[in-house]
Nanobody, 114 residues
Framework: QVRLVESGGGLVQTGGSLRLSCEAS????????MGWYRQAPGKQRELVAS??????KNYADSVKGRFTISRDSLNILYLQMNSLKVDDTAVYFC?????????WGQGIQVTVSS
């Protein structure tokens, strides 16, 4: 079992920055890929960025050049978000994959005001 806890969300103005963190506990050695997803009101949850255990990174087109995903050691995942836009407002979720098992954090609100 893996537990994921997000932190670092909040309210920021357009053009500002935030850094999200996701701390994993439990069977963290079993995690291969980890990623950030987000869900805005009335919309489906979407991938923001992901990183494999080999360091391969993938970003949604909407955040390329503005967001950076990184993984520090086995159990902490970060998302550095710069040049934030109103459209980035959503609940952000951390996800960890272990083979066919998927673990989710509880989500954290990011609100970008104009």
């Amino acid at each position: 079992q893996v537990r994921l806890v997000e932190s670092g969300g909040g309210l920021v103005q357009t053009g500002g920055s935030l850094r999200l963190s996701c701390e994993a506990s439990g069977r963290i050695f079993s995690l291969d890929a980890m990623g950030w997803y987000r869900q805005a009101p009335g919309k489906q949850r979407e991938l923001v960025a992901s990183v494999t255990d080999r360091g391969l990174k993938n970003y949604a087109d909407s955040v390329k050049g503005r967001f950076t995903i990184s993984r520090d050691s086995l159990n902490i995942l970060y998302l550095q978000m710069n040049s934030l836009k109103v459209d980035d407002t959503a609940v952000y979720f951390c996800k960890g994959d272990s083979g066919f098992l998927h673990y989710w954090g509880q989500g954290i609100q990011v609100t970008v005001s104009s």
